[in-house]
């Protein structure tokens, strides 16, 4: 059965969420197209780049492949501005390409997932080319504007803008356009109902095709308020958080659902952009008929708006307020299904930012988040090149940089007379393109990713840290993972069972247990390069120890503090009648 006839079987007999949920035991494996691996060797990766690796995806483990946008885009910001979303963008293949990738993956036994960027489009967009011709222009109404005759426009951010400001005011039409990313990014017209047919059908086009499912951008931002009032910067002092309380949001999401994904047998997942703990459930629900899974920015936000628990933690955030953010997260999911991560795209590498990249720590740190990811309840979402530990590249120079976030904040700061040195400096912990840097294939100077000039540069750790040499090292990272991997997939309790933190108020040991029926499992992380200990609440005589990142581990302390070695990991399996206590956060 080909893809097509696939597909028009699915579509033929519509399944609620609650009897395919495939998706709940899958680990989806994120692949940046530009950065993975290039075939032709003009620099930027591509799919067929993609389809020549695939063998090394499937030997991980995974079973879901997510890929960033990769239609036809101007690349203002690498894809996510679209101008065709019928067409492959020339510098990835074409369309037959992406025909044998899809084809390829699936003979795997894996899925494939692309990413929906319907909150806007490319200001060269055909339907935006049109709409900036005249107000008469029947595509006019398929984009937010503000004729000039009513004055300056209510106060909105950007953003990427250079200037902050999401107007931006177009000459023919003597009215501005919003756009909350670039400029070159014009917001979509959801209220008008023809805007959303387009989108419909569009998403029937790939899922015809036999895909698996969307991960949707900034999907919470679809729905505005179109009498544009202006913002209550008291109730919304960054602005970004009213974006998300669009008045139809849920509205859309549910008409979505019943006229297009609830008739596949598909993975949806929105980027949860300005959505906060307590409404998750609204999104996920299996009630409400809209998402199937949602992550936040919550996460990945504690890392750079927390402070140190304690000065001699080790480390420079919130470990409690993360643990916290977890379990709250968990519970916030009600009845639906939680999506886990600790980076993609659009944050640093993972083991930068929650572990340390320090030579005698990143390896151990690596794969502590590793087993932290794939033994938390919920589908965990993994950037291609964390299970060999990649790091932060730190650039130096603004030119180095190619993400449109970057630059312009650059070109802000320096326009408002800031300290552009100190930004880089920052940028170097926190820029999108840490993780955006070609997959180290091995140590040669392009790192087999390229045989030309890569279109960013290639990390120079690449000559011990590349997937070829960890291939070879039974301790590596990567073999780790696959370790890991390896446990979830035999003890399914990891995938659906129930999530308790214990030790709650450490300020260095991440420690929780998985339980179902009768199967516990208890996972200690010292999320810190000290060593520390950890006083759970449950009998651990005779524990059973499973995985550890340190090779010597073979026990845990069957009563007492348990002595964990600087960013130690161990999962044990719990005796049937360990009884747990009553654990509170």
């Not at 963008?89 to 997932?113: I, Y």
Request: glycine letters at 6%; hydrophobic letters at 35%; charged letters at 30%.
């Amino acid at each position: 059965m080909n893809s097509h006839e696939r597909a028009g079987e699915l579509q033929a007999e519509p399944s609620a969420d609650s009897h395919n949920a495939w998706w709940k035991e899958a680990v989806v494996y994120q692949i940046y197209p530009r950065s993975f691996m290039d075939s032709d060797g003009d620099g930027i990766g591509d799919l067929q780049g993609i389809v020549s690796r695939l063998d090394y995806v499937k030997n991980l483990g995974v079973d879901v492949i997510w890929l960033n946008p990769i239609y036809d885009s101007p690349n203002d910001d690498n894809g996510y501005d679209i101008r065709n979303y019928r067409r492959i963008m020339a510098d990835f293949g074409t369309m037959d390409d992406f025909d044998n990738l899809l084809a390829e993956v699936h003979f795997r036994g894996m899925k494939l997932v692309l990413d929906l960027v319907v909150n806007h489009t490319s200001d060269e967009h055909p339907w935006f080319v049109e709409a900036r011709k005249s107000r008469l222009n029947p595509f006019y109404d398929f984009y937010h504007w503000w004729p000039i005759e009513n004055g300056e426009p209510p106060r909105r951010k950007s953003f990427f803008d250079e200037e902050g400001n999401a107007w931006r005011y177009n000459f023919a039409t003597m009215s501005y356009y919003l756009h909350y990313f670039s400029r070159k990014q014009p917001d979509l017209k959801w209220e008008n109902p023809r805007v959303r047919h387009e989108i419909y059908e569009l998403m029937r086009f790939w899922f015809d095709k036999g895909i698996d499912g969307f991960r949707m951008d900034s999907i919470p931002y679809i729905s505005k308020d179109i009498s544009y009032p202006e913002v209550d910067s008291r109730k919304y002092p960054d602005m970004f958080d009213y974006y998300s309380q669009g008045p139809h949001l849920h509205d859309y999401l549910r008409e979505m659902n019943e006229q297009v994904t609830s008739r596949y047998a598909v993975m949806t997942v929105g980027e949860g952009s300005g959505v906060k703990p307590p409404d998750l459930h609204r999104f996920v629900e299996p009630s409400r008929r809209e998402l199937n899974m949602l992550y936040t920015f919550e996460i990945p936000d504690l890392r750079k708006t927390t402070k140190p628990d304690a000065p001699d933690t080790g480390i420079d955030y919130s470990l409690l307020a993360v643990k916290k953010m977890f379990a709250e997260l968990d519970r916030a999911a009600g009845d639906g299904w939680p999506a886990v991560y600790l980076g993609n795209h659009d944050q640093p590498r993972m083991v930068s930012r929650f572990g340390s990249d320090a030579p005698e720590h990143r390896e151990n740190a690596a794969k502590m988040l590793a087993t932290f990811l794939l033994t938390m309840r919920g589908t965990p979402f993994w950037l291609a090149g964390d299970e060999i530990g990649m790091s932060n590249i730190r650039f130096e120079n603004i030119d180095d940089y190619n993400d449109i976030d970057t630059r312009n904040r650059y070109l802000q700061i320096r326009k408002e007379g800031g300290d552009p040195k100190a930004f880089l400096e920052e940028q170097k912990q926190t820029a999108r393109d840490n993780a955006r840097t070609p997959f180290q294939w091995d140590g040669s100077e392009r790192a087999g990713f390229t045989t030309g000039v890569p279109w960013l540069k290639i990390n120079p750790n690449r000559k011990r840290v590349n997937a070829e040499d960890e291939q070879n090292d039974p301790d590596s990272v990567l073999n780790y993972f696959k370790k890991a991997m390896r446990l979830r997939r035999s003890n399914r309790e990891l995938i659906i069972g129930s999530f308790r933190l214990t030790d709650a108020d450490n300020k260095q040991v991440f420690a929780y247990v998985r339980e179902s029926n009768h199967e516990r499992f208890l996972i200690l992380l010292n999320f810190t390069p000290k060593e520390a200990c950890a006083t759970v609440d449950t009998d651990t005589t005779d524990a059973e120890v499973l995985l550890s990142n340190y090779s010597d581990r073979t026990r845990i302390e069957p009563s007492g503090p348990i002595a964990l070695r600087p960013f130690e990991a161990i999962v044990c399996r719990l005796p049937p009648d360990a009884a747990p206590q009553t654990a509170t956060l």
